[in-house]
């Protein structure tokens, strides 16, 4: 049994940010782990932090469940509290959002 598909996201994030990086000054990049932040998991973020709305304003205007908000939310802030305290850089990366 071949596991299920992913619902696409809509994400208002730009793509030309994928690849970019966010991370502790002074230390070259080849020398820093690199922890990758999805475009679905910045847009949670920005939705329910920045813009201060529930899971489930973020789930509707992403098109998807308040349970998988939360989950990618979960994961969000997860990496971006270990890039945070373990002096990591963030690299965003693209997922199936679409526009």
């Known amino acids: 049994m071949s596991p299920r598909y992913k619902k696409p996201r809509h994400c208002e994030c730009p793509l030309h940010m994928k690849g970019k990086a966010f991370k502790p000054t002074g230390i070259p990049m080849s020398e820093i782990e690199q922890i990758a932040l999805y475009r679905d998991e910045l847009e949670a973020l920005k939705l329910c932090d920045a813009d201060d709305l ?4 973020a789930g509707k205007k992403m098109g998807i469940s308040r349970g998988t908000v939360q989950r990618i939310l979960s994961s ?5 509290a270990q890039a945070l305290s373990e002096c990591k850089a963030i690299v965003l990366e693209k997922t199936i959002c679409k526009k």
């Open 54 to 57: 529930t899971q489930e304003e």
């Open 76 to 80: 969000a802030r997860r990496k971006t």
